[in-house]
């Protein structure tokens, strides 16, 4: 009989503000299950929004890490410096026929969205209506030609006509409790996003690649995240990489009952250890102990 495999686990904040209680119970559970089961714990840093990643932040988020307790392995992996990554990914995507240029702007889509009576819905709200999906291939080259601002998106249908039937393994719990072995279904979230206007990749490329390159076997993170992956088990797919388990985790709320954000300064840890709480105490607040 062979031994379980020692699950490789990671927390991947963004370098945009101060690590909160919700950041700690996610930064926390990663260590613990990584731990208890003889594995390693990376941290990456995920910094593809520039215009908001400061290096004042990412110093805090190490530091806080270090006073909870929680031992990470070095370098930590930072997006910004992975962009050649992104590129071959994408290249791989287009050789398959599943990207398409989106010229729409925001206020373009929401306009879209609102001309559209019973606009599909996806977990963030209406779905991407599929404007640029139709157009023309001499148009497209056209407007790129213009040098014109584009993001690249994924034709969803396409991408799943491909990657046939597709499940991944849940060991936490979806929102709505899901557990087990889930079917794939990334028609959730319609046409995401996979190369910014302003970077040449998104959230859903990057953390695929990203885990699949430092060898992540067990993602850990919330609740919220749990359509996303969908969409990272098909582009794991299309991409010929290794598939990961997930554990879904409950997201830390306020008193009134909201998600925790950045700007919940006074639940930022920082401002706890400022008031004298001990990790001991973070831990056993979280529930974590």
């Keep these: 009989m062979s031994m379980p495999t020692p699950p490789v686990t990671r927390f991947a904040p963004s370098p945009t503000g101060a690590l909160h209680l919700g950041h700690a119970f996610a930064a926390i559970l990663a260590h613990d299950l990584a731990r208890a089961g003889g594995g390693r714990f990376l941290v990456r840093i995920e910094d593809i929004d520039a215009a908001r990643s400061r290096p ?100 969803a249908a396409k991408a799943l006509a491909i990657a046939g039937a597709l499940a991944f393994r849940e060991e936490g719990r979806g929102p709505a409790g899901e557990q087990g072995e889930i079917a794939v279904d ?58 990961p388990r997930w554990h879904h985790h409950a997201l830390v709320r306020d008193a009134a009952g909201a998600r925790l954000a950045k700007r919940s300064e006074s639940l930022s840890l920082a401002a706890l250890r400022a008031a004298g709480a001990r990790p001991a105490d973070i831990r056993a607040r979280l529930g974590l102990v």
């Design 56 to 155: 004042e932040f990412e110093a805090a988020i190490l530091a806080d890490l270090a006073w909870l307790g929680l031992a990470f392995e070095t370098p930590v992996r930072r997006q910004s410096e992975h962009v050649a990554d992104y590129a071959a990914a994408l290249r791989r995507l287009a050789s398959l026929g599943v990207l398409y240029p989106c010229f729409c702007t925001r206020r373009e889509i929401a306009e879209e969205v609102a001309r559209s009576a019973g606009a599909p819905q996806g977990p963030d709200g209406p779905l991407y209506p599929g404007t640029c999906r139709a157009l023309d291939e001499s148009v497209r080259a056209a407007r790129i030609a213009r040098g014109e601002p584009h993001a690249l998106r994924l034709d």
């Design 186 to 243: 990334p028609a959730g979230s319609g046409d995401v996003v996979l190369a910014r206007k302003d970077f040449p990749a998104s959230y859903h490329l990057a953390v695929t690649v990203d885990d699949a390159a430092q060898g992540v076997t067990l993602v850990t993170r919330g609740e919220d995240l749990f359509a996303a992956t969908h969409v990272h088990r098909v582009l794991q797919a299309l991409l010929g990489l290794p598939v």
